[in-house]
Structure formats: C-alpha cells, structure tokens
C-alpha cells in the first residue's frame, strides 16, 4: 500500500468516527435542547423522526465504510498478486522457471554496484536445433528443461541459473580463482550424459564461455564477453570452454576493423582484378585469364583472396564485390587488342542465387562481351550442396551461351560423380596434384588417369599451378592442353597484363617474356 493510500485510508477512519460521535451527541442532546415536547402534534412527529433518522444513519455509515475498507483491502491484495506474478514472468524463463536475461542483467547490476567481482558462464548447446526440428517442439521443450535441471543441480547456494534464449543457458556466480573454470568443466560432463526421452535418448553437447566482470565494464559488456568466448570455443576445433581475455578482445577487435575495411573497400569499388594468363601448352600462347581478385589495403597490403572472399560471403557482400570485380576485368577485357577467353570464378554461395544468370548476363552486355568468351569456374561445393539448384543455373548460363569448368578437380569428396552430373565443358586440375608431377609417381598417375579420363568425356583440361619446365613437359607429353602458373606467369594487374598480351603476340615461350615485365612476387 502506497503512503498516500494509507493517508486516505487514515482519512476516512477520523471522518467515519466523527459521524459517529456527532450524530450519537445528536440523538442524546437534541431532544432536549429543541424540547419537541412543546412542539404542536405533527412537528414534534416530524421532528423526532428527523432525528432518528440522522441517528440512525450515522450509526450506519461508519459500518458501511468499514465494509467498503475491507473489500477494497481484498481488491489491492489481487491487485498486487497480479503485480508480482506479472513481475515474475517478466524476469523468468516461461518453460524452465528459470531467471531470464533481463533478470540477469538487472541483478549483474546490483551486484556490480556492491562492489562484488563476478564470472559469468555462458553454456551454449550443441545439436539442440536438430533435436528440435527433427522430434518436434514438445520433446525440445522437455529436453529444455531437463537441461535447466542439471543445470540447477550444479549450481551452488550463491550460484544462479538462468536460460538466455534457445538453448543458451548462464550460471553467475562470485569470481573466485579459476571455480568458473571447475563448473565448465562439471556442466560439459553432466550435458553430455544422454537425456531420456519418449522411446528414445537425446545426446546434447556444449560450448562455454566464461568473462569476469572488470572496471568501465557494464553488465550488458560482460555478456557479450562471455558470448564472444563461446563463439570463439565453437569455433576452435577441440575446445568447448574458453575464458575472455585480452588475447580474444584484440582478436575480435581486430576482425571487427577487418571487417569495416572490407565493408568500406566494397562500397568504393576497391577491390580490384588481377589477371593470370592462360597457355596453350603446345605452343605456348597466351589464350585466355583468369581473373582473380585483389585487394591492396593501405595499411593491410595485400590481403589474399582467400582472406576475403569467405568474409564476403558471411557478410552477404560477396554477390555485390562479385559483380564488381566482373565489371571492371570485361571493362579491361574490352580495352585489350586480342581477342582473349576470361575465366571467372564464382563462390558455391552464389549460385543459391537465381538471379546470377542474369546479372552476369547484364555485366557482360555492357561491355559489349560476347557470352562465349566467358568461362565460368566452380568448385564442387557449389553443386553438391543443392544440386537441383546448381543445375538449373548451369542449364540457364549455358542456355546463354557461357562455359562452365569445374575448378580444383580433385580436391572434392565426389569430383567423378560430380563430373557425371553436369555438363561441364572444362575441368581445372588442381594445383597440388600439378605440383611435382614430374618427378611424384603418385602425382604423375593421378593426373595422367585425370588427363585420359577428360579425352573419353570429350572435355577440355587445365592444369593449374604449374611452376617448372618438369612438369610443363610432362603435361605436354601427356597431351594437356592448357595450363596457367608461376612458370608462365603471376597474376598482373591491368596494366601489366596488357603490356604482357600486347608484347608477346599469339605464340609466347615463358622464357621469351620480357624481363621489364613485373613478375609480381609479393603481391600475387
Ligand atoms: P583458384 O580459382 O583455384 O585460383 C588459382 C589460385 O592459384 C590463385 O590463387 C592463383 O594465384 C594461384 N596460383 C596460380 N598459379 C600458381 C602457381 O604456379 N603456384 C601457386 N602456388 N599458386 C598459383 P589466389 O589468387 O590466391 O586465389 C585463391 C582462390 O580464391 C581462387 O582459387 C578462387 O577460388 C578464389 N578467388 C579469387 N578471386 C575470386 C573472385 O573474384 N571470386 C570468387 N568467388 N573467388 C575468387
Ligand atoms: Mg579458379
Ligand atoms: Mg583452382
């Protein structure tokens, strides 16, 4: 009950007495002072009525207001109840009856403000999305819940549980010595005994995080720490606890300026394409280029494709840095004095996208570049993982007229079955079968059987990687008609490339080409 309750309340009690003083004073003394008995016949009547009346009514009111008093007291009393169950469900887990994140960071902040040094745990679950989709909604929530109960059963009397979201619980507890550290180790053991359930076990696992609260730290920072901690535990292979420390914060800070730089290098049309010229080995002509992607940050360097491409790809950048990086090689394409085929290589991410046909269509359009001088590379990935997907965005580029080779043969899980199933024009044979095939029996096996088996199936082959005379020879012996690597050439920015094209004419020796041109060691 508020003061200003109580002050009303208080209120109404002096006026319910005071009527009840003044109208008893009043039946007792009236009669007398107003001596109704020398009042004629029918005012006196009317009179003595009158007052019992009054009388009569102030007994009354004081019992009707203590009524009224005790059913509003039952209505505050419900009202209340509501407000503390509403309170309760507004802190609590509905399914566990567990402490929910808001809880956990309101009473973070008590604690903090006592001065108290704290851990935070932070147990992510592993295989508990499967689980649900898989058996339904009502076996994830029973299995929710007995998590919560182990959970529960670790935790000391100072320990308090909570369930974050999905299947991401915490445990806050005083920092004291590495016990964070004991209870990670207890949670992992006791979440990977199976869960009994309906005609059947569950095996869950987990992540950990753990981070101690610090100064300039506010309980939301230590979430997110312990958060950053888990992460980083389900991404190292092996690990399943980790503690924040200032290793992690300078790792993580140093992805998030990454990632800014990268965000920012595609939003100016930064990222820039090499060009590595492709031979015809018998021959030795330069025929056509892959272009790769480059990007020479200022302060960075050179950052390897490698680097940012996947980066690209988790950010959803990767379609437009693509487009990008097409444009500006048929722009360069265009400008070159010899007619030239560009491979160009395309993420398994993108071809999940319908629309790629087309827009590479519209690039190439714009450039006046005809379809058939385009090759586009592809790994294996990008068609073992939707197969009816790759498919119709394969039949709908070769529908336009567009080659398609299969990139890094060899490296896949399935590259036969997968050469089987699609129409490839072209395979790729990866580099580290190439390297050494001149002088690796197992090598030399595996890329002659790779060479034989393309001729059956009427494809054309390019060796990738090839950096001496050995293993040119050896490719050439083995009729392999393309081939593109360091022995012929670095990728060379556009300029260089040009340079390159226009100086060595239709039929180039390596060892012909100009030494003014820049092999580009460092940077390729
Ligand atoms: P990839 O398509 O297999 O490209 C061949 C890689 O081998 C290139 O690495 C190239 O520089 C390197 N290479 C060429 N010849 C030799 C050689 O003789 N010796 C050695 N050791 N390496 C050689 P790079 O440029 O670092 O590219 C790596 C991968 O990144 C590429 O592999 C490709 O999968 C991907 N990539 C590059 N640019 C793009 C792009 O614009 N889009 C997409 N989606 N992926 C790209
Ligand atoms: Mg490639
Ligand atoms: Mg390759």
């Known amino acids: 009950m508020t003061s200003q309750e109580t002050d009303i309340q208080q209120g109404w009690r002096l006026v319910a007495a005071s009527v009840l003083v003044l109208t008893t004073a009043m039946g007792l003394v009236a009669p007398e002072v107003v001596n109704l008995a020398a009042l004629p016949g029918w005012q006196g009547l009317v009179l003595r009525w009158a007052i019992s009346l009054v009388v009569a009514a102030g007994l009354l009111l004081p019992m009707v207001l203590g009524c009224s008093q005790r059913s509003l007291h039952a209505v505050r009393a419900q009202r209340e109840r509501a407000e503390a169950r509403l309170r309760y469900i507004a802190r609590h887990d509905r399914l566990t009856d567990l402490r929910n994140r808001d809880r956990l960071l309101g009473l973070m902040a008590e604690r903090l403000e006592a001065g108290e040094c704290l851990d935070l745990v932070v147990v992510d679950l592993d295989r508990f999305k499967p689980i649900n989709d898989l058996h339904g909604h009502k076996a994830g929530d029973r ?128 990222i820039v394409p090499y060009f590595q010229p492709i031979y015809a080995i018998d021959g030795r002509a330069i025929v056509g280029f892959e272009v790769l992607s480059r990007w020479l940050h200022p302060v960075r360097g050179f950052v390897p494709p490698d680097r940012f491409i996947a980066l690209a790809e988790d950010l959803g950048l990767l379609d437009r840095l693509s487009d990008q990086v097409l444009r500006r090689a048929c722009a360069a394409m265009a400008r070159l004095d010899r007619r030239l085929d560009m491979s160009f290589n395309i993420s398994p991410s993108q071809f999940g996208n319908p629309m790629l046909p087309g827009r590479i269509k519209a690039i190439l359009d714009e450039h006046g570049i005809a379809p058939a001088q385009l090759e586009i590379e592809i790994t294996e990935h990008a068609v073992v993982s939707d197969v009816e997907q790759a498919r119709h965005i394969i039949a709908e580029l070769i529908g336009l007229g567009i080659r398609i080779s299969l990139d890094d043969f060899g490296t896949g899980q399935s590259s036969l079955a997968t050469l089987s199933q699609f129409p490839f024009q072209k395979l790729k044979i990866d580099r580290s079968f190439i390297a050494s095939v001149d002088s690796s029996p197992q090598n030399a096996k595996i890329v002659s059987g790779v060479l034989a088996l393309a001729a059956s199936l009427n494809m054309n082959v390019t060796a990738e990687g090839i950096e001496s005379e050995g293993e040119l020879e050896f490719l050439r012996a083995h009729a392999c008609g393309l081939g593109q690597g360091y022995l012929f050439s670095r990728p060379l920015p556009e300029a260089e490339f040009e340079l390159l094209v226009s100086m060595t004419g239709q039929a180039t020796a390596p060892a012909a080409v100009p030494v003014t041109v820049p092999l580009h060691r460092k940077t390729g």
């Open 143 to 270: 299995l929710l819940c007995a998590v919560a109960d182990r959970i529960r059963a670790l935790c000391g009397p100072a320990d308090l549980p909570f369930r974050l979201d999905g299947g991401k619980f915490a445990m806050l507890i005083a920092a004291n010595g590495t016990r964070a550290e004991h209870l990670a180790t207890a949670l992992s053991a006791s979440l990977a005994r199976p869960f009994d359930m309906p005609n059947r076990t569950a095996q869950l696992g987990c992540r950990i995080g753990i981070a101690r609260s610090g100064p300039g730290l506010a309980p939301a920072d230590i979430v997110q720490n312990a958060e950053d901690a888990m992460h980083k535990a389900r991404a190292t292979a092996g690990a399943i606890c980790v503690r924040y420390d200032l290793a992690l914060r300078d790792m993580l800070r140093e992805k998030a300026s990454f990632e800014a730089d990268l965000r920012e290098a595609i939003a100016h049309n930064r």
